[in-house]
């Protein structure tokens, strides 16, 4: 089996994570089809000329991460953080679908570093290694903006995170 046909294998895998990712990023389900299927042109050139990544998984992440800030340097747009999520999980329980879109606008509204960090580890579900591997710092600089980034945003929802807790 061909390279190229292995990653259309993982492409296809791991797509629907990557597109949810992109659209945090963007904030725009048409901008993320965009930044993923772009990431996944250069994913393709890439194996093409030789590239075999250890790590397919954060190594796709890396490139949509990649896409994504070229993006929205190209467009000068502001990340979004609040992402449309799935009617099936509002109506499942709405008061925690309003908190977690709460959640997701208040990690935009924090300094990049925290704001990538979270978003991978937390609402991506990836490992601390891969988020390192992701954003390409080493696993204590991720842990250290993990730790940073959830104490700013405690302290941005604390009250509303002890009410939800009742």
Not at 59 to 75: D, G, K, M, P
Not at 82 to 93: I, K
Not at 138 to 157: C, E, I, N, Y
Request: hydrophobic share 45%.
């Amino acid at each position: 089996m061909n390279r190229s046909a292995s990653l259309d294998d993982t492409l296809a895998v791991h797509r629907a994570e990557l597109l949810v990712y992109a659209c945090r990023l963007s904030g725009d389900r048409d901008q993320a089809e965009d930044i993923v299927q772009a990431a996944f042109v250069k994913a393709l050139q890439s194996v093409r000329s030789g590239v075999e990544a250890q790590n397919p998984r954060a190594w796709l992440y890396r490139i949509v991460h990649n896409e994504a800030l070229t993006s929205r340097r190209r467009s000068r747009r502001e990340f979004a953080a609040l992402v449309t999520l799935p009617q099936a999980a509002a109506a499942q329980d709405p008061a925690r679908t309003r908190l977690l879109g709460k959640v997701e606008r208040e990690i935009g509204l924090l300094a990049e570093p925290y704001r990538a960090a979270l978003r991978l580890r937390y609402l991506q579900h990836l490992k601390v290694d891969d988020v390192a591997e992701v954003l390409q710092l080493s696993v204590g600089t991720v842990k250290s903006q993990l730790a940073r980034g959830l104490r700013l945003l405690t302290d941005r929802l604390g009250d509303e995170m002890e009410g939800e807790e009742a």
